[in-house]
DNA sequence: GCAAGGTC
């Protein structure tokens, strides 16, 4: 039997398809799936892994890696190596009783034991278990084997950790490596018929950059962590990638606050081109236009310019030009123009990817991690076209596009093989997928037909008006040919039409008005924009650039959509670009590219690649260890500023947002605790304080986000006026009624927990009381629920209002609940008959429809 | 409790 082994379970069923005489037969190893088909007579197998299959870390020795976590080293085992500089040399640990962990002592502690960690030994541990168990059951039943991961380097490392697997239980069986760039007959078939050796260099480049990464990460992360110590859970990261990253972000922040802005001052004229004077009743023929000078940098200019204009009525049309210009069509959809375009839609690069997954995986979109441009030739874009012209929104346009005879798409500039380009693969509709689904569907369905499509024509007008001799320039621009443009909208301005005029035509001149304005500073980072400069510097790869900028905001280095820098984030920045500068630039990505290259032509080997990345760290860390108290201040001081919202009314020291030990909520408190015991509640959600005081009592304000909610302003004291709420009778007690009692029901807030409630003025005897939502108007209704008989209310918030059953334990909830699961089935089920799939991919897609009904489900309460 | 790179 020969085993094909590739990369992901994708690229097993289309080699499987290729090769087969017949269709491959699919089927199981444990809980992977494999393909078997038959090639001459021979039985061949493949199998798709999920990656690295394997993971290097320290070895779990006593360097940090047992119950306790991040402890210390022993002499044994991790021996100070002679490279470490002197100047790393700690002194002995300094205890009184010496530490013993599992009967060795530690000679080294926390921080002090950084330097030796630097050198500690690594190895390959599985990360995939399950795989490498099926992998291994194939192996001892081939006769021969074929590495078929993807072509390029860490293509290579993930065949060579899956050979060193095989070769566990199989040492004997020929090993060979198919090198492909496309999954298409001619190239597969080529690519087996031309079997090469596994490139033993490629993969040690690819092995170094893994153990690099992991050394520098861990000694760096663990020093920020470390240095000042703020609880479990909150560490401090540092990388080759994020940190470079969190670099260029911080650096934009400093641009923007050594702006210094300039006035200038702008002039607007207002014409009618419906009179030759005067103003004339409101006809579509005004128009305002912008004084040839755009920007006076001078206030006396500008004010000579409208003393000039002033006490004109008319102006004399001097010169209409008229100009089109085409817009070309755009180029098709790679991984990082994708998230740059669904970015400027709102959609984060992280949350597109997972989405994109997933449409991948229910078979809406082809492969979503690729860098081509160009549709390759064997891509029959007609056929495309056809599929999603069953959505009525593109049928119209699809059947232009066909009948208009072939077709041509646009190509940019970077031309691949081994996938296509992002493109629809089925046909939806905003009825087959969630909402955020259809929005990146909808975006990448309008770029394939815009792609195929001929450029638009925009005729811009431009008209210069002289008044007083001062001269005004309008400028009208309108899409005459839509071309692209009717399928594709996206980004796109509006037209701004100017009424007809001729040259030495007297128009209205309305005045004119002057304003003061003032230069902007850099604009910060959109996510999208983000990823593209990360390209640029050749930071992260196209699939991890956005879990990168996520990993930014979970540790709190970054905040907002513009990207924003927290305190912490620029204190982290500083310390490393001021101790440890190599970690802070995209050079070092740079050079590790350039050893990789060495590495992989053979110049160069792992071992001498990464001694000497050891010691580069080593040096770093020695100029950071001495200036810890200075780092540990730093840090504690942006943590103190992220978390100030204003000053303690009692004591005057600084009003902090912190996490309660207990219960995980946040809240404030003052940080003269223990001596001050002022605090506030604060709501759920995301909280973020605001520089302005409270207009009405002048206590801090902060910026509150529920989940799914807009941001909201509240001033933090509960007792002031802009949170009282009044109470609002909303029906009667149907307990006490029963009881032949009548009390009221009444909707309140506790000032104490903020929590909102519904309660029985009678409550201490008949103890009927329903919560309500955290916020939102609350009106009564003359209503009661028919399946509790609680009173309904109506609650609005800024999404509207919404009337609901205030009763958590209402049986009227399940019977919703299960109505709305049998629609969800019901879509689901209709959407997996167009979907033509392979058998191995239903249980994936039948798995992402089942997590995202449960998430809608969760959904379902809103607080 | 570390990184970045694959993929689910």
Request: glycine fraction near 6%; charge should be positive; hydrophobic fraction near 35%.
């Amino acid at each position: 039997m020969k085993l094909v082994v590739t990369e992901k379970n994708d690229a097993a069923t289309k080699i499987a398809t290729l090769l087969g005489v017949k269709k491959p037969k699919a089927d199981k190893v444990y809980s992977t799936p494999v393909y078997r088909f038959e090639v001459d007579g021979e039985e061949w197998v493949t199998i798709g892994l999920r990656g690295h299959i394997l993971e290097p870390d320290f070895t779990p020795t006593l360097i940090y890696k047992k119950r306790g976590g991040w402890r210390g080293v022993t002499a044994e085992g991790e021996a100070i190596p002679a490279q470490l500089p002197a100047s790393l040399a700690r002194p002995p640990f300094k205890k009184k009783k010496p530490f013993i962990e599992d009967g060795v002592e530690l000679k080294a502690w926390k921080m002090d034991a950084l330097p030796y960690l630097i050198y500690a030994p690594i190895e390959k541990l599985p990360k995939e278990k399950e795989i490498i168990r099926s992998l291994k059951n194939l192996a001892k039943k081939a006769d021969s084997i074929v590495i078929a991961t993807d072509f390029d380097r860490e293509g290579e490392l993930i065949g060579s950790d899956a050979l060193s697997c095989i070769q566990e239980v199989n040492p004997t069986a020929p090993v060979s490596r198919a090198r492909y760039s496309a999954f298409t007959k001619e190239e597969i078939t080529h690519a087996f018929s031309n079997l090469v050796e596994l490139d033993t260099n490629l993969a040690s480049a690819g092995a170094s950059r893994q153990d690099i990464d992991l050394i520098w990460g861990a000694v760096l992360t663990r020093y920020l962590t470390l240095v000042k110590f703020a609880g479990y859970g909150n560490v401090r990261s540092s990388g080759r990638v994020q940190t470079p990253t969190l670099a260029l972000i911080v650096a934009r922040e400093r641009e923007r606050l050594a702006f210094i802005p300039e006035d200038y001052w702008v002039i607007k004229g207002a014409f009618d081109a419906g009179a030759t004077a005067g103003p004339t009743a409101g006809d579509e023929l005004a128009f305002t236009a912008p004084h040839s000078t755009a920007r006076f940098k001078d206030e006396a200019a500008a004010k000579a310019a409208m003393a000039a204009v002033s006490g004109a009525a008319s102006a004399t049309v001097a010169a209409v030009e008229k100009r089109t210009r085409k817009q070309q069509p755009p180029v098709p959809f790679n991984t990082t123009s994708l998230m740059a375009a669904a970015s400027a839609e709102g959609l984060s690069p992280a949350r597109t990817m997972r989405i994109a997954e997933s449409l991948y995986m229910d078979g809406y979109i082809s492969y979503p991690r690729v860098d081509n441009t160009v549709y390759p030739s064997s891509l029959d874009l007609a056929e495309v076209v056809k599929t999603i012209s069953g959505n009525p929104a593109y049928a119209p346009y699809c059947q232009q596009l066909l009948s208009a005879g072939e077709l041509h798409a646009t190509r940019g500039k970077k031309e691949t093989t081994d996938h296509p380009p992002i493109y629809p693969t089925a046909k939806a509709t905003p009825d087959d997928l969630a909402p955020a689904d259809y929005k990146l569907y909808n975006l990448i369905a309008r770029r394939f037909l815009a792609t195929l499509s001929d450029a638009a024509v925009v005729e811009g007008t431009k008209v210069t008006l002289e008044v007083g001799g001062e001269h005004f320039a309008a400028k009208g621009d309108v899409l005459v040919t839509p071309g692209y443009r009717a399928i594709y909208p996206y980004g796109m301005k509006k037209d701004e039409q100017l009424p007809a005029m001729s040259e030495g035509q007297q128009i209205a001149f309305n005045g004119a008005e002057c304003t003061k304005k003032h230069t902007e500073p850099p604009a910060r980072y959109s996510q999208g924009k983000l990823i593209q400069e990360m390209e640029k510097l050749g930071l992260g790869t196209k699939s991890t650039r956005h879990s990168i900028i996520e990993r930014l905001y979970t540790v709190k280095y970054i905040q907002n959509d513009p990207i924003e820098p927290s305190q912490l984030g620029m204190a982290v920045c500083d310390a490393l670009d001021k101790f440890a500068p190599h970690i802070t630039h995209p050079q070092m990505t740079a050079e590790l590219e350039e050893e990789m290259d060495n590495i992989a032509e053979g110049r160069n080997t792992k071992d001498a690649v990464v001694t000497n990345s050891r010691n580069l760290l080593s040096e770093q860390l020695a100029n950071l260890l001495p200036h810890s108290e200075e780092v540990k201040d730093a840090l504690a001081d942006a943590v103190a500023a992220d978390a100030y919202v204003g000053k303690c009314p009692k004591c005057g020291k600084d009003l902090q947002i912190r996490v309660s030990q207990k219960t995980r909520g946040m809240f404030i408190g003052c940080a003269g605790w223990p001596d001050c015991d002022v605090t506030y509640p604060l709501p759920k959600g995301k909280v973020e304080s605001l520089p302005d005081p409270c207009p009405t009592c002048g206590m801090p304000q902060v910026k509150v986000t529920a989940f799914r909610s807009k941001p909201r302003t509240l001033c933090i004291d509960p007792n002031c006026e802009t949170n009282k709420e009044p109470d609002v009778v909303v029906g009667e007690c149907p307990k006490c009624a029963e009881a032949g009692k009548k009390a009221k029901l009444i909707a309140q807030k506790n000032p104490r927990t903020l929590k909102r409630f519904i309660r029985c003025e009678n409550y201490d005897e008949c103890g009927v009381g329903y919560p309500l939502p955290q916020y939102g108007a609350i009106t009564a209704t003359d209503e009661v629920c028919e399946h509790c008989g609680a009173p309904m209310v109506i609650v609005t918030t800024t999404r509207g209002p919404w009337k609901l059953c205030p009763n958590f334990s209402c049986p009227g909830k399940e019977i919703e609940a299960e109505k709305k699961a049998a629609a969800k089935e019901a879509k689901a089920a209709a959407k997996k008959a167009p979907a033509k799939k392979t058998a191995a991919k239903k249980p994936a897609a039948k798995k992402t429809t089942a997590k995202k009904a449960a998430a809608a489900k969760t959904e379902e309460p809103a607080e």
